[in-house]
């Protein structure tokens, strides 16, 4: 059934630098995860860290709308974390793209699939991290591989 | 010059960019080398591959010997676990957010079923 394997449709507009992957089940119906996912009441209970507390500032949930979330840390600071949606397909996938301030032209492409389980939800998260500037555009696509490999090597340090 | 955290991952980053520079580390990860070893294997110049090493050095992904006449570079895989660092930052994040998510399902559940036995 096609609905319960979504595909990401697009790419992000960027060459990205790396990559991560998680998968994760979710004992309730798929209509609900999209919505606590696309509801700024909802997003608020759960989006962050153990010990954040997210505050939903904008969420306008369709292709183009901006998002804006504030996250205080346990350390008293905000965190802010803003981007666009890009695709918005209830209740089978979200896909985004965000700024984090901390490190200068730093955009995280984010790719939520949720898939139908038999009345469980599995999710795949998909982001791929770039640090674009002069220097690093025209990077090449497959560098994420190239990052696996680096961190293998890596563990023998 | 000093250059914080996030403009050595940048630093970092911008020199991890260039397929020839990482094939230059990747080459390095199996021993140390000289600047003519690791220009064999590229149809470039002597001056062209110093440019790219100096990249590298300036990103502090390599060390060059100043004694040894035929100057050495050395990998140094500092730099490389701050990028593996920061993509484990994220898979953290994740992590716990979703943890978090699973408590929160949890709890709705709960609540519709107390609702609909009312």
């Known amino acids: 059934m096609a609905a319960s394997n979504p595909q ?12 991560l992957v998680l998968t994760r089940t979710f004992d309730a119906r798929r209509e609900l995860v999209f919505k606590v996912w696309t509801d700024p009441q909802h ?11 997210t505050t939903v ?7 183009g709308g901006k998002w804006r979330y504030s996250m205080r840390g346990p350390d008293g600071k905000d965190y802010p974390f803003n981007g666009e949606y890009v695709e918005v397909v ?3 996938r979200l896909v985004f793209v965000g700024t984090i301030h901390e490190v200068h032209d730093h955009k995280v492409w984010t790719e939520i699939l949720f898939a139908d389980n038999e009345g469980k939800t599995k999710i795949t998260v998909r982001q791929l991290y770039s640090f674009e500037s002069d220097a690093t555009r025209g990077a090449p696509i497959g560098w994420s591989m190239q990052l ?7 563990v023998a340090f | 010059m000093k250059m914080t955290a996030s403009e050595h991952l940048t630093a970092t980053f911008a020199a991890l960019a260039d397929p020839t520079r990482r094939a230059i580390l990747a080459r390095l990860s199996s021993g140390d080398a000289a600047v003519t070893e690791l220009a064999a294997p590229f149809a470039m110049s002597l001056p062209a591959v ?3 090493l100096k990249v590298l050095e300036r990103a502090g992904l390599i060390a060059r010997s100043r004694e040894a006449q035929w100057r050495p570079c050395q990998l140094d895989a500092g730099p490389l676990k ?7 930052h994220y898979r953290r994040f994740w992590t716990e957010s979703l943890d978090r ?5 949890h709890e709705l559940k709960a609540n519709e079923k107390k609702r609909g036995r009312q």
């Open chain 1, 148 to 154: 696996d490999r680096l961190a293998k090597y890596l």
């Open chain 1, 8 to 19: 990401p449709a697009k790419g992000p507009a960027f060459s990205p630098q790396g990559e």
């Open chain 2, 101 to 105: 998510l699973d408590d929160y399902l």
């Open chain 1, 57 to 63: 500032q904008e969420m306008d949930v369709r292709p």
């Open chain 1, 90 to 92: 209830a209740p089978e």
């Open chain 2, 82 to 88: 701050d990028v593996a660092d920061w993509i484990e």
């Open chain 1, 43 to 53: 997003v608020a209970q759960w989006w962050g860290p153990t010990g954040f507390t």
């Open chain 2, 50 to 52: 110093s440019k790219h």
